[in-house]
């Protein structure tokens, strides 16, 4: 392994590990936002998470982590369509 390759995959990491976190944080968000009634800020704050766990799954190539939040994304664009 080269040194670039080993600095970029470090890199990767360090970027999957911060958005893995912050999009935790924000759909812990989505939740507490459900919880005391605040729409449309919790499908927001739901969808944010939601597109960095998928980013994370892409980054990892990590299929079932990408399926669950296309499913999630499938079913919220069918509940506010209902």
């Not at 892409?58 to 209902?82: E, F, K, P």
């Amino acid at each position: 392994m080269t040194t670039l390759s080993a600095v970029s995959d470090i890199s990767s990491e360090k970027l999957a590990f911060s958005i893995k976190w912050v999009a935790s944080i924000i759909q812990i968000f989505g939740y507490a936002a459900t919880a005391f009634g605040m729409t449309p800020l919790n499908i927001y704050l739901f969808l944010a998470g939601l597109l960095g766990w998928f980013a994370v799954g892409v980054m990892w190539n990590d299929r079932a982590i990408m399926l669950i939040h296309l499913v999630a994304l499938g079913a919220m664009v069918v509940g506010l369509a209902s």
